[in-house]
């Protein structure tokens, strides 16, 4: 006889579908009913109890479900589940539960998410989306000249001078167990290149990078620097003043027969 045929084992599947179902009516409750998003405080009621939430809110004059104005009480009980219950993530697949509050850090970084290529906003010519936690095996079938999973990558780049977008470049370095950004940007206003890697760890600090801008047929020859990383969440990366920055006549001094720029991005620790 098998588990879930016994009684015993009848009554735990009978109890795990009333916890299934109570929760998801739950969830339900706490789902407003018109942007159909989660609920937090404040919710608003109308004078027929119908529920809302803030948004949804201070954005209409009357219920949309029955069209009557709404009270001046909030719902007190439907506040403290919502401060109290672990929500399911909305992301498809996506196995997490927490509180609102952790949740909306959460989806920022949610593997289940779905994202586009964002090779196609460097270099126009992928039509990608899928999971977030599917990207990297995307890059490495699709574009496998930007991507790595070496510590450094070697780069030959032809100078294009009527290309008008600033990022030139965009690689990425899987190493030392994390994802490493790195962008090579033109900053024509300000006559200069720039270079700078970011990567999703909050020491951030503890990585370096450095440019090495060499002549292939002139050894020494060479531009060097040597900077550290910093963290993806920093919003102001472009303007941080320890990025690599090399004037652009540095960089032209180093073009090569091609009329190509050749360097090394290495990461360290």
């Known amino acids: 006889m ?3 045929s016994s009684p015993a084992g009848q009554k735990i599947v009978l109890n795990t579908l009333l916890e299934t179902e109570h929760y998801e009516g739950l969830i339900k409750e706490l789902t407003c009913t018109k942007c159909n998003k989660y609920m937090k405080p404040p919710i608003h009621l109308c004078v027929d109890g119908h529920s809302v939430c803030g948004r949804c809110y201070e954005k209409s004059y009357q219920c949309h479900v029955c069209k009557k104005e709404y009270s001046l009480t909030r719902s007190s009980a439907l506040e403290s589940l ?4 672990l929500f399911p993530c909305i992301n498809g697949g996506c196995p997490k539960h927490a509180s609102l509050p952790q949740l909306e850090k959460h989806y ?8 586009n290529c964002f090779m196609a906003r460097v270099y126009g010519d992928c039509k990608w989306a899928g999971r977030a936690g599917d990207w990297m095996d995307h890059c490495f079938i699709e574009h496998s000249e930007k991507v790595t999973d070496l510590p450094f990558i070697t780069v030959k780049n032809r100078w294009d001078a009527k290309r008008t977008e600033p990022v030139l470049n965009y690689f990425l370095l899987r190493c030392y167990d994390r ?3 790195v962008y090579q940007i033109y900053d024509k206003r300000g006559g200069r290149m720039m270079w700078t890697v970011l990567v999703n760890d909050e020491n951030a600090e503890k990585f370096y990078f450095e440019v090495d801008i060499f002549l292939p047929n002139l050894p020494s020859k060479r531009i060097v620097y040597r900077r550290p990383c910093k963290c993806e969440k920093d919003a102001d990366f472009l ?31």
Do not use: W
Request: with cysteine; aromatic share 10%; net charge negative.
């Open 2 to 4: 098998s588990s879930t």
């Open 82 to 85: 919502a401060n109290k219950v």
């Open 108 to 115: 920022a970084h949610c593997q289940f998410r779905i994202i």
């Open 179 to 181: 994802i490493f950004n």
């Open 239 to 269: 303007e941080h003043t320890q990025n690599v920055y090399i004037p652009v006549e540095n960089v032209f001094s180093m073009l090569d027969e091609s009329e190509s720029v050749n360097f090394i991005v290495r990461i360290g620790e």
